[in-house]
């Protein structure tokens, strides 16, 4: 329907409607043949609009807007006066940086609402119908509070959008896997391997001796799938050639790696052999995490724990200086934190064994932590790091020669599933104490427990105790069960922790769920207004619905303010297009650019007309 066009103002009997033809000095466009009923105060308003118009109408006469006029939705009073110096701080100008005051769905209200530091539309207002819908329980409780009474800008803005460090470590992750490497180091790797293109380095040398897999040359990069685009994380075990014998049971074990899936197990996905690097290379495709940092870097990397002429045991470099001059150097880490560690790789080892596998690499330096890394604090326990063991299954085809097929496949699993345990104990002594050569030598073991009693929970110890007290020539065999009492109700402490991250995290997505619903408003918004053409009608954006959608654009987002500023208000923005997706009763004031014309019209209409426009669109 075209509001601009008078032949719609048919003669005759009035409609049981409010009209809303009238212009900005308050005269009905349609004059005495308008249909709809006039209400006597509709001058008022109109100059509470624009102070320069005559207000003598009397014969075109409109229902009385001037409650809303003066800032109320939702049929709360605001009262806020047309000159602005009583409005709320967060109403006024500057707020469009710095967040929003009023997102949200205004209540029912057969009123317009009027943006009252607009000149032309009269002040906007804050009101508490003008909240952010998914901030519910967070303001929600103020839905009767006056605009006075909303809490600062500033103290509101995390309602409405993910907490900053979420916010900030998605970004930066985001920012890692997209960066590309400088061109030296690309020039040492191919364009394409397999499927795999994009190659990027993960580690500063790519022809470095694994300090786990038994001096094999490995070197770890990033790719992108050229089929899906997604990033993957490759292992690559150089100039390697699998003994072709035992391809079968070697087979079998890579395919059981792969239908592992464990929250700490980094996802093996593929192993493949390949020439591209100019030898025979043996490629095993993970998922990627990006910013992964080991263990062994974010803990053990620093000069007071660990040497800078080390040497290395069992994956753990060893340190030169004496064993009583680091401990004084270091500080322990927090006990909570050892336990929640205790607890994620437990956790994963026992879906390992219990899939009748190992993980064989249970060091410092092929334990990844792939988020969390920022926090160490006991106090914080939403934010401990996430670990997950990588290089998950490269010993299994290292390894599968002579040595597995004169062997009982079934106990050489369980002599491996002890020797992961036991790598475990050691892990947890390097913890305790900080110290990463203190699980290098056994002779040191009993001195490092006694550390550990004196500054951890007797369970600690224990626990530590049973894991290095596996003796291959004892006959007693541990399984990782064995530890889930010595671990007892922290378990729930950690489940409760986790939980709660959860429903942070649930939150947010929310709020970025309406964030992504308002931006696709927008888009649709944006493919209507001004539109050179459609179907050969150059007019067609400036007429009927569309011209209508116009307005509301402007309403949106060209107001000012009395001295001619632009009045930039994200809440004002986001609110408005918060009605209009649900089609809202409540009702606004739009006003052409040259202020001729003045349209009242609800959310619900506007809504209407832009669905109808966005299928015109779609024929
Ligand atoms: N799945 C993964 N996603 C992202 N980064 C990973 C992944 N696995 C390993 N990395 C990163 O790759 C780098 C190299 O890992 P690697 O396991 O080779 O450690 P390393 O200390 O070099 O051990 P090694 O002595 O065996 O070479 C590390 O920075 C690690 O964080």
Not at 175 to 195: C, I, K
Not at 393 to 412: A, H, I, Q, R
Request: net charge neutral; with cysteine; hydrophobic share 30%.
């Amino acid at each position: 329907m075209d509001l601009t066009n008078p032949m719609n103002a048919l003669n005759g009997a009035k409609k049981n409607s409010i009209c809303r033809y009238f212009a900005s000095d308050g005269i009905c466009f349609y004059g005495s043949d308008c249909q709809f009923w006039h209400n006597n105060n509709t001058h008022h308003q109109n100059s509470h609009h624009n102070n320069n118009h005559n207000n003598n109408h009397s014969q075109h006469s409109h229902r009385p807007l001037n409650t809303s006029m003066s800032g109320s939705v939702g049929g709360q009073t605001s009262g806020a006066p047309t000159d602005g110096q009583h409005l709320p701080q967060e109403s006024r100008l500057s707020t469009y940086m710095n967040g929003t005051n009023n997102y949200g769905y205004g209540t029912d209200s057969s009123l317009p609402a009027m943006d009252s530091q607009n000149p032309r539309t009269g002040r906007k207002a804050i009101t508490s119908s003008n909240t952010h819908p998914s901030s519910g329980s967070a303001i929600g409780g103020q839905q009767q509070q006056t605009a006075q009474s909303l809490p600062p800008m500033a103290s509101l803005a995390p309602n409405y959008f993910m907490t900053d460090a979420i916010r900030q470590e998605l970004i930066r992750k985001l920012n890692v896997s997209q960066e590309m490497p400088s061109n030296e180091m690309y020039l040492e790797l191919p364009q394409v391997v397999d499927v795999y293109q994009d190659l990027v380095p993960l580690e500063p040398s790519l022809v470095s001796p694994s300090t786990t897999f038994n001096d094999m040359t490995c070197s770890v990069m990033r790719a992108t799938n050229s089929k899906t685009g997604q990033h993957y994380c490759l292992r690559r075990l150089h100039s390697f050639q699998p003994n072709s014998s035992n391809a079968k049971q070697m087979i079998a074990s890579i395919e059981s790696w792969k239908k592992l899936f464990h929250s700490n197990v980094v996802q093996l996905r593929q192993v493949f052999t390949t020439k591209a690097f100019g030898d025979n290379s043996l490629i095993f495709v993970y998922d990627y995490h990006s910013m992964a940092n080991t263990l062994m870097s974010h803990y053990f990397s620093n000069s007071s724990n660990t040497s800078s002429s080390s040497n290395s045991m069992n994956g753990y470099s060893t340190s030169s200086r004496p064993y009583s001059q680091q401990q004084s150097q270091r500080k322990l880490l927090p006990e909570p934190l050892i336990w929640n560690f205790i607890i994620q790789i437990s956790s994963a080892l026992r879906a390992i064994h219990s899939s009748g596998l190992s993980c064989r690499a249970l060091d410092p330096t092929k334990i990844i932590i792939t988020s969390g890394s920022c926090s160490t604090s006991a106090n914080n326990s939403q934010e401990y790091p996430r670990l997950r063991l990588s290089g998950c299954g490269v010993f299994d085809v290292l390894t599968n020669d002579s040595f597995l097929t004169t062997n009982n496949p079934k106990v050489l699993a369980q002599h491996f599933q002890q020797e992961d345990l036991l790598a475990f104990g050691k892990l947890c002594l390097v913890l305790s104490t900080n110290n990463i050569s203190s699980a290098a030598q056994r002779d040191s073991w009993q001195t490092s427990l006694e550390l550990i009693s004196r500054s951890y929970s007797p369970d600690l110890r224990s626990l530590i105790y049973y894991l290095l007290s596996y003796n291959s020539n004892s006959g007693t065999t541990h399984t990782i069960n064995d530890i889930m009492p010595m671990i007892g109700a922290r378990f729930y402490t950690q489940l409760d922790s986790l939980y709660q991250r959860d429903d942070s995290l649930l939150e947010d997505l929310s709020k970025e769920l309406d964030n992504g619903r308002v931006l696709r408003l927008l888009i649709k918004l944006g493919t209507i207004n001004e539109r050179p053409e459609l179907q050969l009608d150059p007019n067609w954006s400036e007429t009927g619905d569309r011209y209508l959608l116009k307005l509301f654009r402007d309403y949106l987002f060209h107001q000012f303010t009395d001295d001619g500023r632009p009045w930039l208000d994200l809440g004002h923005i986001v609110s408005n297009l918060n009605k209009l997706d649900v089609g809202s009763p409540e009702k606004i004031c739009l006003v052409s650019r040259d202020e001729q014309n003045i349209l009242i019209v609800s959310f619900a209409e506007l809504k209407r007309c832009f669905e109808s426009s966005l299928n015109e669109l779609m024929i």
